[in-house]
């Protein structure tokens, strides 16, 4: 079957440090990948994307890292913010950005 | 500009009932996608239409049905509502690869 799951259900960290959350995907055949961060009330909202011919992409205040050979994703956020405090979720793309497949997501608190 | 809208923010429905769930996507997206979001958990693709045509169908009982319109808006039905039904529904409008959402449609069935 076809999953994407998260392996840490919540993560807390303190303003100003490093966070990284981590994604565990199963389908092999997947060359997109996106992590969304959605926030209380709200829709899910784009934060960067990679696809599988890359292992590393950067953008601003966030990096994503993609292992193909152990079907793992990061998430990586420097200098974490209060407002970076949402639900993450990594996502697969199939069939050329019809479906997206989700996991379970990661809570992130940020502590000022 | 305008991002994704859906109607209603939230309704209560009760067992047995029919619901229609309306999206508007971004201007100029062809692509629209429908999503059911339990609570704690990510988004589980439902439906995906282009062009007016269904391209994808997630694994949901037919009671669950879609159609977009010519201005490729999109309506979203679902019959004979059950108690597990109660999910936020999200809908997503797409040019190419990356999905933009709407703030869903909270439903609760009682």
């Keep these: ?112 | 500009d305008a991002g994704v809208t859906q109607s209603p923010t939230h309704l209560i429905k009760t067992r047995g009932q029919q619901v229609t769930l309306r999206c508007s996507p971004i201007s100029g997206h062809k692509s629209v996608s429908w999503y059911q979001q339990v609570l704690g958990q990510g988004p589980q693709f439902i439906f995906q239409y282009y062009e007016k045509e269904e391209r994808g169908r997630g694994n949901f009982p037919d009671r669950f049905s879609a159609r977009q319109f010519p201005n490729y808006s999109s309506e979203l039905n679902v019959n004979a509502l059950l108690l597990g039904d109660s999910a936020l529904y999200l809908c997503a409008s797409s040019l190419e690869d990356e999905q933009f959402f709407g703030p869903g449609t909270r439903l609760t069935v009682l």
């Excluded at chain 1, 966070?19 to 960067?48: L, M, T």
């Excluded at chain 1, 994703?73 to 407002?83: E, F, K, N, R, Y």
């Design chain 1, 1 to 112: 079957g076809e999953s994407v799951g998260l392996h840490l259900p919540t993560l807390s960290v303190q303003e100003g440090d490093n966070s990284i959350i981590n994604c565990a995907y199963s389908n092999s055949a997947s060359d997109y990948f996106i992590w969304y961060k959605q926030e209380s009330g709200k829709g899910p909202q784009f934060i960067i994307d990679i696809r599988s011919n890359m292992d590393k992409r950067q953008g601003q205040r966030v990096t994503v890292l993609l292992n193909k050979t152990v079907k793992h994703l990061s998430l990586q956020i420097a200098a974490t913010q209060p407002g970076d405090s949402a639900v993450y979720f990594c996502a697969e793309v199939y069939n050329q950005g019809g479906k997206l497949i989700f996991g379970q997501g990661t809570e992130l608190s940020v502590k000022p």
